[in-house]
């Protein structure tokens, strides 16, 4: 089983006008392919940080980390850039639609930015798949909260579907994914989530407060003060290379 | 295409409305200005060319050579023919003085003649002269010899038909001295006529009109070959009064057009911030989608140049459509139809939308597709960047270009950075005041108001500046337009003098001041004058002082006076009184360009006899004033010994123009210099040049206008959100208002406030650098000023938001989400 996501040492300091401030201090992970591992922590543990760090939004103070084979931390912005419109997609908490587009122009925003010719008919599946085919030309405040986030959810795998319908070998990143939902549609947002993860074999990394939710996946990081204070990683679930280090 | 794209669907949001309609706007408040400066200043040009009915004129008191004139044929350039004598003309037993003037079939090359061919018809515009044998007259002198149309008369040997009566010819005021009545012949009757003998004294002018560089090429060959006799004459030295009218008024208008791009930029800066701001998180989404930063600058630049093409387009077809409405709607107000302007405008309004594009629209761009990815996980849009100050310099130093070619001036450029900067500083100093309010102690609405703008200190300072800038350009363009226009109204009011009568012989005098004074007619006193010629100055003759000056070549003419006449002014020296009661008072700028100063003995030559006479006062006066002026005013009794004329003005309602024929008859050896004709061309030229400014200053309120929505737009969605909140909370309506109305009033107040400073500083250096005009103190302003900045700020802010207090205000938070 391939590694899609690995870090190493990660430390990360910010400065304030009260002296640097330590975010995550030495971080070390590995998550293979087509797996899950769930982040949780109080706010301010530092899940999101990492989770940005994780994604290539931003870069380490120090330490190591490569996506899909490769160490985003050695790249620039613009190839980071680059490597996420290839392999990476997002499910923001507060959904992150752009508002003056239509929900179908939504889910086709990230094939346009690569430069795809069949982007609307792609956002038109993906739509379909988490069942708002009936819903491809309504805006986003046309929408319920539960419906925005399965636009996303839509969006985010289609960003990460390279030219097909599925897609395979491609991670995303959802950071609390139900945080902006009633338990109804969190439950219905999340199975809709691990469906389509489980059905285009994508590796899915997730924040949330969610103990319920972080029980759904393989592995589980506890963050407190910036640092992980306990993992728990099935035996099963792991295998041979696989492996969370604290 | 993908920007296209997103621009088409950005659209449908709402987001780049205002971008686009600021620069629209912008484009077409300048394009219009620009074409209307251009069409006006084409016209008053053509009609301040038909002053001199030529674009250039060589005036001479000789033939010039015939090699001139060929090499004139050889340029090209159009010529025509005038020569202007005073004679006799006779008809049976009637004898009139008259001005002749004989015209060439060219005649007049710019502008028009009106004519009647019976009494009772109505004038018509012609473009030439007599035929051979004819004669036009001036109607007065019909009545005057007992004469109708269709009559002959003699001048010389030759007779002649009279079959026109002359209304109006372009170049009456051509020379001051054209006494008596005038009388248009063919040029080529001349001859049979036998009057012009060697030694007469006759004008002759020559006309020419062609291109610029023609004419340039002609004069350069000209001028270093003409004599004493001869002498050029251009729109400047024709017309003087009408020239600074027009200089005056283009320094208005460019600078009008400066102000309006001004504006305009800001309102773009301003929509273009808010723009860049709401489109943060887009871009920290399409960031975290994998888009890299040269993509998203694509994207967005991309878009905005296709938004500023389409914008531009829209605002030079709508600025054209504009100047060509309001041609149309104030025809009938233009003396001489504005012709076509030329594609300058359309070069204005592009480099405007350009300048506003690059200097103020894009830098938020640059700052845009800097926006950290990581933002979409933190939820913080406001994107604190220190460097945004690099954003401001663009702007300020496309629009300093920008007025710098508008302007052509590096003086006014400099003093509108100046004023920038001490605006933005004063905006700062007063922002700083306005947070500084205690909270506690205040009422709700005030406490509100008062939170909401010490929450918002730092974009308000460039908010304060933003309405300051547009109140400023409102109010010195309206205090600069009533002060040019007070002006030109003073320089000619409605009833100044317009009839000079002069050679008044003393025994004639009580019996011209009964006739005047018996006509009630408003006119000057009656003022002696002798001719003399300045000979020498302490003792040294003046043609070894300076050869150059006119005023010493020439004879002079020397006047005395117990009193110091109207629009005099003494600057050095004592005027006469009892103990000073020898001298001569100077004119103050004659003194200078002859090098003369208080105590230096002039020498005269009057009639063959010497007189001297030492300087005792300097004095000012005024040109324009239409009265009798004097270099050399000579206490009472200095020249009793010299034989003196007097001479006179007065205002002759055009109602009364036959009293003219009355003076005649009566004192026939009195001349009349008729102005009349003159004052009106004047008169309608300057009328026109202020329309032209009233009509710019409506669209700088456009413009201004467009400034306050912008600015109250560009932080309307927090305020929107705020309200929304405080009314959740159970604020009620009343209150939300009423804070509303003071925070923007108090904002509308300090920009008020700065305004007025600028103002008064601006109209400074404007009244006494640009327009040559008196510094004065505007107290009206200081009320004025933050009175409009409460009134205009306030309604607009208040009114923009008014949305937050009248929709329930879940709406207004899902719309904001």
């Known amino acids: 089983m391939s590694v899609m996501l690995k870090a190493e040492n990660l430390h990360h300091r910010v400065s304030t006008s009260e002296g640097p401030l330590t975010l995550l201090n030495d971080i070390s992970l590995q998550l293979p392919t087509g797996q899950s591992l769930a982040i949780t922590g109080a706010s301010g543990s530092g899940k999101s940080t990492l989770l940005g760090l994780l994604a290539g939004l931003d870069r380490p103070t120090e330490g190591k980390i490569w996506l899909a084979g490769q160490e985003i931390t050695a790249m620039d912005e613009e190839q980071r850039a680059a490597l996420r419109a290839r392999c990476v997609g997002f499910v923001f908490q507060t959904f992150q639609l752009l508002p003056g587009l239509t929900a179908q122009e939504n889910v086709m925003l990230p094939s346009e930015l690569r430069g795809e010719r069949n982007a609307g008919k792609r956002a038109q599946e993906f739509l379909e798949r988490v069942g708002l085919g009936h819903r491809l030309h309504h805006y986003p405040r046309q929408l319920s909260g539960g419906e925005q986030q399965r636009v996303a959810i839509a969006r985010a795998f289609c960003s990460i579907a390279n030219d097909s319908s599925t897609a395979d070998n491609g991670i995303l990143f959802a950071d609390e994914p139900t945080g902006s939902l009633d338990a109804h549609n969190g439950e219905k947002v999340i199975d809709l989530l691990f469906k389509l993860n489980e059905e285009t074999n994508t590796t899915l990394v997730l924040v949330t407060h969610e103990q319920r939710l972080a029980e759904r996946c393989g592995a589980h990081l506890r963050m407190a003060a910036g640092e992980i204070t306990t993992a728990d990683i099935p035996d099963n679930y792991l295998g041979d290379q696989a492996e969370v280090s604290v | ?817």
């Open chain 2, 1 to 817: 295409m993908l920007p296209l794209k997103l621009l088409g669907r950005d659209w449908r949001g709402g987001e780049l409305a205002l971008i686009a309609t600021a620069l629209v706007l912008a484009v077409s408040c300048v394009t219009a200005i620009a074409h209307f400066s251009d069409r006006l200043t084409r016209a008053m040009y053509i009609q301040s060319q038909s002053f001199l009915a030529a674009e250039r004129v060589v005036q001479s008191s000789k033939v010039v050579p015939q090699e001139w004139l060929s090499k004139a044929d050889e340029l090209g350039l159009e010529q025509a023919q005038t020569t202007v004598f005073a004679s006799m003309l006779s008809a049976g037993d009637e004898f009139q003085f008259a001005s002749v003037k004989a015209v060439t079939d060219d005649y007049p090359l710019v502008g028009h003649l009106e004519m009647r061919g019976n009494a009772s018809d109505e004038p018509r515009t012609v473009q030439q002269g007599p035929a051979p044998g004819e004669v036009w007259l001036e109607a007065r002198l019909l009545p005057l010899m007992d004469l109708q149309i269709g009559d002959q008369l003699q001048l010389g040997d030759g007779d002649f038909a009279i079959t026109g009566i002359l209304d109006h010819e372009p170049d009456r005021g051509a020379s001051l001295f054209s006494m008596g009545a005038r009388l248009m012949m063919h040029q080529s009757d001349l001859a049979e006529t036998n009057i012009l003998q060697p030694g007469s004294r006759v004008t002759y002018r020559y006309l020419f009109s062609g291109d610029d560089a023609a004419l340039n090429s002609y004069f350069n060959w000209l001028k270093p070959q003409l004599t004493e006799h001869q002498r050029v004459i251009d729109l400047e030295e024709g017309q003087p009064r009408v020239a600074r009218t027009l200089d005056r008024a283009e320094s208005f208008l460019f600078l009008a057009a400066s102000l309006a791009v001004l504006l305009a930029s800001v309102a773009v800066g301003l929509a273009a911030r808010r723009y860049s701001l709401r489109h943060a998180n887009y871009v920290a989404v399409m960031k975290s989608l994998g888009a890299g930063k040269n993509k998203i600058l694509g994207i967005y630049i991309g878009q905005m140049t296709a938004l500023a093409l389409i914008a531009t387009a829209i605002g030079l077809a709508i600025g054209s459509l504009i100047q060509s409405q309001a041609v149309n709607l104030l025809e009938g107000f233009f003396p001489v139809a504005p012709p076509p302007s030329g594609i300058q405008p359309l070069w204005v309004g592009l480099a405007t939308g350009v300048a506003c594009v690059i200097g103020f629209a894009m830098p938020p761009l640059f700052r845009l597709a800097q926006t950290d990815p990581m933002q979409t996980l933190r939820q913080d849009w406001s994107n604190p960047d220190k460097r945004e100050w690099l954003g401001l310099i663009p702007g300020p130093l496309s629009m300093l270009l920008l007025i710098w070619w508008l302007s052509g001036s590096l003086a006014i450029t400099l003093a509108l950075l100046a004023g920038l900067g001490l605006l933005i500083a004063g905006a700062a100093v007063v922002n700083r005041l306005l947070v500084r309010g205690r909270l506690a102690s205040l009422g709700g609405s005030w406490r509100i108001a008062l939170g909401s703008l010490q929450r918002r200190a730092g974009f308000n300072t460039l908010l304060i500046a933003a309405f300051g800038t547009g109140l400023l350009a409102m109010l010195a363009m309206f205090y600069a337009r009533t002060a040019l226009i007070d002006e030109w109204q003073m320089q000619l009011p409605e009833n100044a003098p317009n009839h000079f009568l002069v050679n008044i012989a003393p025994y004639e005098l009580d019996g011209v001041k009964q006739k005047v004074e018996g006509k009630n007619l408003e006119g000057t006193e009656f003022y002696p004058m002798v001719r003399g010629r300045l000979i020498a100055v302490n003792g040294t003759p003046v043609n070894e002082r300076d050869q150059k000056d006119g005023s010493i070549r020439r004879e002079l003419n020397l006047s005395w006076t117990d009193t110091v006449p109207a629009d005099n002014k003494i600057v050095a020296g004592e005027w006469w009184s009892e103990d000073l009661n020898e001298g001569v008072s100077v004119e103050v700028e004659v003194a200078a360009r002859l090098g003369l100063s208080l105590g230096d003995v002039l020498r005269f030559s009057i009639g063959g006899l010497e007189t001297e006479a030492t300087i005792t006062s300097l004095r000012t006066l005024d040109w324009n004033s239409m009265r009798p002026n004097f270099f050399m005013l000579f206490a009472p009794g200095s020249l009793d010994t010299f034989p003196a004329t007097y001479i006179q003005s007065f205002y002759l309602p055009p109602e009364d123009k036959l009293f003219v024929n009355e003076l005649v008859k009566n004192f026939p050896s009195v001349s009349i210099i008729e102005l009349d004709k003159i004052l009106e061309n004047i008169r309608e030229t300057i009328g026109q040049v202020a329309i032209a400014v009233e009509s710019v200053l409506a669209l700088m309120l456009v413009a201004g206008v467009l400034v306050l929505v912008a600015g109250v737009r560009a932080s309307i969605a927090e305020r929107l959100q705020e309200a929304a909140v405080i009314r959740t909370l159970g604020g009620r309506r009343q209150l939300l208002i009423r804070s509303l109305m003071i925070e923007f009033g108090l904002l509308g107040v300090a920009a008020g406030l700065l305004a007025s400073i600028g103002t008064e500083a601006t109209l400074a250096v404007l009244t006494q650098r640009v327009f040559d005009m008196p510094f004065q103190f505007h107290p009206g302003l200081w009320v004025i000023g933050p009175l409009a900045g409460a009134l205009l700020v306030g309604t607009a802010g208040t009114l923009a938001c008014r949305s937050a207090v009248s929709q329930p205000p879940l709406k207004v938070l899902r719309e904001l989400a």
